[in-house]
């Protein structure tokens, strides 16, 4: 298992997709899925982007795969992630509660006018 493999690994445990991860890391649109696809060796300078975004990370998992994927704990102070990330999560979470709630509220709403018509004819 590759570097790159490893990243995809991480992107799916943080639920996130490669183009928000593209976006969080500075990459270029594809990047990730590019470089997973032609099965590519991962720079340097990606990695201390990554580093950056995600300090949480361990570098030794993330360049060799021993260890966990993530420091432990007392390693690493929560306050230390990018609040932006954070926000992106949130918001991410959010929206996909209030899609489902839209299609919920929509379906009562349609039964009331469903439930209006009967009673008027």
């Known amino acids: 298992m590759k570097t790159i493999d490893r990243i995809m690994l991480f992107i799916k445990h943080m639920k996130l997709s490669a183009r928000k991860f ?3 890391i500075g990459a270029s649109n594809g990047y990730t899925l590019r470089m997973h696809k032609n ?4 720079g340097s300078d990606v990695i201390e982007k990554i580093l950056k975004v995600y300090p949480r ?3 030794v998992w993330l360049m060799t795969g021993k ?8 390693e690493f102070a929560t306050s230390e992630v990018a ?3 954070i926000e992106q999560i949130v918001n991410e979470r959010i929206d996909a509660r209030m899609i489902e709630e ?15 018509i009967k009673a008027n004819s």
């Not at 260890?67 to 007392?74: D, Q, R, Y």
């Not at 919920?104 to 039964?111: F, G, N, P, S, Y």
């Open 102 to 116: 839209r299609k919920q509220l929509k379906k009562e709403i349609i039964a009331e006018i469903d439930h209006e």
């Open 57 to 59: 990370i361990n570098l």
């Open 83 to 85: 609040p932006s990330i």
């Open 39 to 42: 099965n590519a060796s991962v």
């Open 67 to 74: 260890g966990e994927m993530f420091l432990p704990a007392e």
């Open 22 to 24: 593209d976006i969080s």
